[in-house]
């Protein structure tokens, strides 16, 4: 399908959005290699970590086909306010229920998205979402046992679970929140429409989440758009852009 300027221009955004997301959550998970609780865990986070950048790598190769940008300058040169990952991915990694809670969240997400991105009538973008589903479907298997466990396991686990709960669920409605121009997208067939999937997602995850014998919050705050952010992505782009600010000209892939 060929693009117009204005789908071509909401694409870019859209495309750049999508790796802000796996950049930032890879490197939220990178910060556990060397801590998870077994070894197991540690080699299982160093995959989901890698696997999560090379999704941003193949999402911001799309972007290069349609405007030349440079993914290693997009992600490492880049100024924070201009990064558009959602909030839920930039928060620190807290414990490890926080983590794998945060996982499973952003897993039943990305698999809803992808499932439907398969359809696109943008053919590049079928074809990546085909691609990233099949490590995407054992990413959210790995992530729903997790949240399984901790609920259904000690006093202790199944405490620390509801309150990353508690604190995470707001944040995941912000994934549904399309940016300025994607609704000329959906419309065109080009990309999924967020706001026809946040039903089914929620009453999927607050199935899995109630059976693991967790309570899903009421209301919180829901940020409104892709350009909120805390404090803490500032601090997590500057230590994962330092050599590359450092020596501009360092490859990172």
Sequence with gaps: MPLDPYLKEALVAKLTALADDEVVLAQRLSEWVGHAPILEEDIAI????QDELGHAKLYLELRQELDGADPDRLVFLRDPLEYQNAI??????????????????????????????????????????????????????????????????TEESHRRAQE???????????????????????????????RALEAPYLEEVTRHLERSGLKPPQG??????????????????????SVARWDPEAKAW
């Design 46 to 49: 160093a995959n989901l970590a």
């Design 88 to 153: 839920l991915v930039e928060l620190p990694k807290g414990d490890w229920a926080f983590t794998l809670v945060r996982q499973y969240l952003f897993d039943a997400y990305e698999n809803l998205w992808l499932k439907e991105a398969e359809g696109s009538a943008y053919e590049p973008l079928a074809e990546a979402a085909s691609r990233i589903l099949k490590e995407e479907r054992f990413h959210l298997r790995h992530s729903a046992l997790w949240v399984e466990r901790l609920g259904l396991g």
């Design 220 to 241: 919180g705050y829901v940020p409104k758009s892709r350009k909120e952010h805390t404090e803490y992505l500032w601090s997590l782009l500057a230590e994962m852009q």
């Design 164 to 194: 990353a709960l508690e604190l995470l669920f707001p944040y995941a409605k912000q994934l549904f929140i399309p940016l300025p121009e994607e609704e000329a997208l959906a419309e065109a067939g080009v990309v999924p429409d967020l």
